[in-house]
């Protein structure tokens, strides 16, 4: 009997290896799948674009507190109003409307009373035959916050929202707390061609669907974006002697892949403005807020808590 025991713990063993030699070669093969896999994957994301050529979608706003039309200089301002704490109006750029803030307007909630608002002519916001100008728009800004009865508040512009920022800076300034401009310019020659940017271009065309869906005048985008190209054409002039006078803490910001936007022009405005704080963005354009909206509103509340 003792050797049919010994046979027996023999095979046993002879199967056990197997079944390890079988587990060793699956768990290879599992682990080289999951490095082909992972290859796969990562190239895979370099054959992605990069996010400053992308035009993530337009977000949506949350659910308003208060909202609803300002007459404001003739005109009717659509407005609305997210939060409690000290006001932070945040200036949406030329062509755009107030949705293009939310993914920030949830986050600046939680600490700040946030006030949005569709320039005129633009989004549902209404207009008269006045041509567009940013010291005319700062005054709709300001009538707004006289609606809403805010003394004082800060501004984050991107754009046009952020020159109209620096007027206010400029021609209002004991209504302007703190001022966070990004992608700004201080003359029209501070603006790149976007005519040869497909990010820029996609959202010309992205923006003729918005204004067709929220305008009062439908039909009226192709003379609405002539009539904002003019302005862009012709404004606004800034001089060194101008920008010196602002005293409002501000943050002149920008992205290191603008398409827009000039970088000695913003490094001119940053050097200008006494105390201002020069910030560029990595890996972003002139839709930062879009493309990476947690480093871009991150850069914000870090501005609004450090001043």
Known sequence: MQPR???????ARIVDVTCQLFEDVAMRLLKLA????????VAEAARAE?????????????KAEESGYAPVNG???????????????????GLANANYWGHQVPVLAERYRVIVMDSRGHGRSTRDERPYGYELMATDVIGLMDYLKIPRAAVVGWSDGAILGLEIALRHRARLSKLFAFAANS???????????????????RAAKEYEALSATPDQYKSFLEQIGRMWATQPHYTAADLKGITTPTWIVDADHDEAIKRENTEFMAAQIPGAGLLIQPEVSHFSFLQDPVQFTWSVMHFLARH
């Open 5 to 11: 025991r010994k046979g027996g713990e023999t095979t």
């Open 34 to 41: 999951l490095c082909l896999f992972a290859s796969f994957l």
């Open 50 to 62: 990069p996010q400053w050529l992308t035009l993530p979608p337009t977000p949506t706003l949350p």
């Open 75 to 93: 005109i009717k301002i659509w407005y609305a109003t997210f939060g409690k704490g000290e006001p932070v109006i945040l200036l949406h750029g």
């Open 187 to 205: 003359d029209p020659s501070g603006v790149k061609d976007v005519d040869k940017s497909p990010v820029f271009t996609a959202f010309i065309a």
